[in-house]
């Protein structure tokens, strides 16, 4: 009994205190060249509620600041940055955001939750199996690239942030 309750304490432990790193690459109106990245660490859910902050802070509330004043706006994700997403979408549809949104994903299915809200609003929703399946071209400073490579490439900058 008492290996049980060591064990499950130690799950619920790693489980509360463990990080959940997020990260969105960003466009903001159509200038390819200037896409960034914004990232979060959480330290865990429970580590969160007790210390009452979140190192890097709240991602989705990052995001609306940095992107209240744009016209346009588009998200490139994959399936596990959706949360982060969701939350800055909930902030721009509460504040009446006026701009066009689309948000890009990289899954094997969409999420339930973007699809609903993209439709209630308007904005654009698409999932990708793969990055080589995104069509279209981008421009950049010094010439222009697939937009699928551009994704990879975005994508693999994400990961390297985290």
Known sequence: MKKLIFMLFMIFCVMSFSAIDKGVAVVR???????????SVSRGKLA?????????????????????DASKIEFIIEKNEESAVLGALKLFEKNGFPGEITITEIAKIENINLRNMATKNNWTYKVYNSP?????????????D?????????????????
């Open 29 to 39: 109106n159509d200038d390819y060249s200037a896409t960034y990245l914004i990232t």
């Open 48 to 68: 969160d509620k007790l210390f009452g902050w979140k190192k890097g802070g709240d991602l989705s509330q990052k995001i609306y600041s940095n992107l209240r």
């Open 132 to 144: 080589e399946e995104i069509e279209g071209n981008v421009s950049l400073e010094g010439g222009s």
């Open 146 to 162: 697939t937009k699928a490579n551009f994704v990879k490439m975005l994508l693999k900058n994400v990961k390297s942030k985290l």
